[in-house]
């Protein structure tokens, strides 16, 4: 399915009736029912991985949507958003030291970034970056209510923390 037009034919509505009939020109018998076949014979969590999300944006290039955390602090929930080239776990949040930290999971062989938005008051403006313990470099852009925290990582597995410097 990822290789080829498992419909056949020139045009929707010769694959529309492959699908249906399978008497399109150029494609061969039943080239959907292969498929089918194929991903029935596989166990449920491998067919779901198969046709999840993960696969829909490294087969089809789909962008990742957002990922919306509430985090809370001093009794309160703040929301924080995380967009990202990679699969991202969900964040916590020490309020004595203003630091928030979530591991992204990517492959290994691509650079991952992030974008990361902040409400000003959980934990101020300004920030420091590091992935994996060390040091790096984040863009950031505030106005009077977020700030958005942008930094590239190397792929696989990382570990971000982002410090919050300054009383938000």
Not at 20 to 47: E, Y
Not at 108 to 134: C, H, M, R, W, Y
Request: proline share 5%; hydrophobic share 30%; charged share 15%.
């Amino acid at each position: 399915m990822f290789a080829s037009d498992a419909g056949g034919g020139k045009n929707s509505l010769e694959r529309w009736q492959n699908y249906t009939s399978k008497i399109s020109d150029n494609a061969p018998p039943d080239s959907v029912g292969r498929w089918v076949h194929l991903l029935s014979d596989l166990d449920s969590n491998a067919a779901k991985n198969i046709l999840g999300d993960n696969a829909r944006v490294l087969f089809l290039k789909k962008p990742r949507v957002a990922y919306n955390y509430k985090v809370t602090s001093n009794g309160q929930c703040y929301p924080v958003s995380i967009s990202s080239t990679s699969s991202v776990s969900a964040p916590t949040f020490n309020s004595s030291t203003h630091a928030i930290t979530f591991t992204v999971a990517g492959s290994t062989e691509t650079t991952g970034n992030a974008v990361i938005t902040i409400p000003t008051t959980l934990a101020g403006k300004n920030f420091t970056a590091s992935v994996d313990g060390q040091s790096v470099k984040p863009q950031s852009t505030s106005n009077s209510t977020s700030t958005a925290i942008s930094l590239e990582y190397a792929g696989g597995i990382k570990s971000i923390t982002l410090s919050g410097s300054g009383t938000p």
